[in-house]
């Protein structure tokens, strides 16, 4: 099993959607979850950090469930701008980082 | 101020070549990470560096990787006698310690390699 996993998609969606994505991690001892988000031949970038209580910044919300080891991210009004690869991160008690394989967003007009 | 400095952007090397890579932290930013991407993959977690600590190794895939960290600050990613299957983009990142574990990595453009 991998330590991070995520559903590749493609996910295509229109302008304006709200769209879903779902990452599981398997080492419960866990510490610190983030959301990068990567565009095509670029280094990832922190999108936004996963805090325990769930987070919102503008259009997008994270929330984290610890009992079933779970992240998500929900992007609302999709432009765009917002086509790109997304990438759950997870950080054990060592500080070893871990990424998901990405989940792929089309926004389309 | 500066970001994660990497160099080169790109390198083509023959097969069975010793090659060097170079990352260069964001000052101040005791964790340093490598990871590699192979095109349409994600990212391949290969070492990192925590200060003084012993690094975590357990991502290098043979051993014909070996990484360094001179003075806490820069680090070589070394691959000796390369392969074509190690032709990828090796990304570095830093990180600040000590902010309950929370802070988040800040990457380098990183080094296309390419094994010719």
């Known amino acids: 099993r991998k330590e991070v996993e995520q559903d590749p998609g493609p996910f295509n969606v229109p302008e304006g959607a709200t769209v879903a994505f779902n990452c599981t991690y398997s080492n419960s001892a866990s510490q610190s979850f983030f959301w990068y988000r990567q565009d095509c031949r670029k280094e990832p970038k922190l999108l936004m950090s996963?805090?325990?209580s769930g987070n919102e910044d503008g259009r997008f919300t994270a929330q984290l469930n610890r009992a079933s080891q779970y992240i998500s991210l929900l992007i609302r009004d999709s432009k765009l701008s917002d086509s790109a690869t997304y990438l759950c991160?997870?950080?054990?008690?060592?500080?070893?980082?871990?990424f998901g394989a990405g989940t792929r967003l089309f926004v389309k007009a | 101020g500066a970001g994660v400095s990497q160099s080169p952007s790109n390198k083509v090397t023959e097969k069975g070549k010793d090659v060097e890579l170079r990352c260069d932290p964001i000052s101040g930013h005791t964790a340093l990470y490598w990871y590699r991407q192979s095109l349409g993959q994600g990212l391949e977690f290969l070492i990192y560096f925590q200060g003084n600590s012993a690094p975590d190794k357990s991502g290098l895939p043979s051993d014909r990787f070996s990484a360094e960290r001179t003075g806490g600050s820069v680090s070589t990613l070394t691959i000796q006698r390369t392969q074509q299957e190690d032709s990828a983009v090796y990304l570095c990142a830093s990180s600040l310690v000590g902010q309950g574990g929370n802070s988040p990595l800040h990457f380098g453009n990183g080094t296309r390699l390419t094994v010719t």
């Open positions: 996963v805090y325990s």
């Open positions: 991160v997870v950080r054990g008690g060592g500080f070893k980082t871990i």
